[in-house]
């Protein structure tokens, strides 16, 4: 167990839609990250978060956004839903964040239908 | 940008049998670390071992080495006496300084299985 939580586990909906992806850091980690697993991209680096503010960004859609909040948990939205967002997010946190090991979630596994 | 290469897409050994994977990356930075992580069938990926540059001591912890050697770009891991519990996929991982900051990139897996 790498102390980082992430819900729902599955999560199946159709194209166009909106959900929200949830993760709860290690405690004491105050970087947040999110990539993206699929079969033909591979594991792919979203987004990061430090403390609250946004600190790097990859290859994110603009129909995905996220936000860390005060108590450093991190949400991940994805709206307008399309075949080929169906993957499996993770989310992983660190501290500090530079140089040292990433922990990851169990991951959310999204199905767009 | 940084890029990592897994020469070998799929291994197949037998219990008790080395494997070693083989891993060539790409940087410009001077200063970065290397990752093995893996993910069983299960889903989660696990952190194995972490390398910065400016250590190519090489270094066994338990069933599990690694050659890091600079002036090839090469981080291979090896398992010694494999085991049915390996079985996975075997990610190298790098990451990027300045302004990317915690941003992983990995390579695209190794699937290792191991049969008794």
């Known amino acids: 167990d790498s102390g980082v939580t992430q819900t729902p586990k599955h999560l199946i909906t159709a194209t166009g839609q909106r959900v929200t992806l949830r993760c709860s850091p290690r405690?004491?980690?105050?970087?947040v990250y999110w990539y993206q697993q699929s079969l033909d991209q591979g594991l792919q680096f979203l987004i990061q978060?430090?403390?609250?503010?946004?600190?790097a960004k990859g290859n994110i859609l603009e129909r995905f956004s996220a936000q860390q909040f005060p108590d450093l948990h991190s949400e991940l939205n994805l709206s307008s839903l399309e075949l080929g967002d169906s993957a499996l997010y993770f989310c992983a946190s660190s501290f500090p964040d530079w140089g040292n090991e990433q922990f990851f979630g169990p991951g959310t596994r999204l199905t767009v239908l | 940008a940084q890029k990592v290469t897994q020469a070998q897409t799929e291994i197949s050994v037998v219990e008790k049998e080395d494997v070693t994977l083989d891993c060539v990356y790409e940087?410009?930075?001077?200063?970065?670390?290397l990752f093995w992580y893996k993910q069983p069938p299960s889903g989660e990926l696990v952190f194995l071992i972490r390398?910065?540059?400016?250590?190519?001591q090489n270094e066994i912890s338990g069933r599990y080495s690694w050659n890091f050697q600079k002036s090839t770009s090469s981080f291979n891991f090896t398992i010694t006496a494999s085991q049915v519990v390996d079985s996975a996929v075997y990610f190298c991982?790098?990451?990027?300084?300045?302004?990317?900051?915690?941003?992983?990139?990995f390579g695209q897996g190794t699937i290792l299985t191991v049969h008794p």
């Open positions: 940087t410009r930075d001077t200063t970065y670390y």
């Open positions: 405690s004491g980690d105050l970087s």
């Open positions: 991982v790098t990451n990027a300084g300045g302004t990317s900051y915690g941003k992983l990139t």
């Open positions: 978060y430090y403390n609250g503010e946004e600190r």
């Open positions: 390398r910065n540059s400016f250590d190519e």
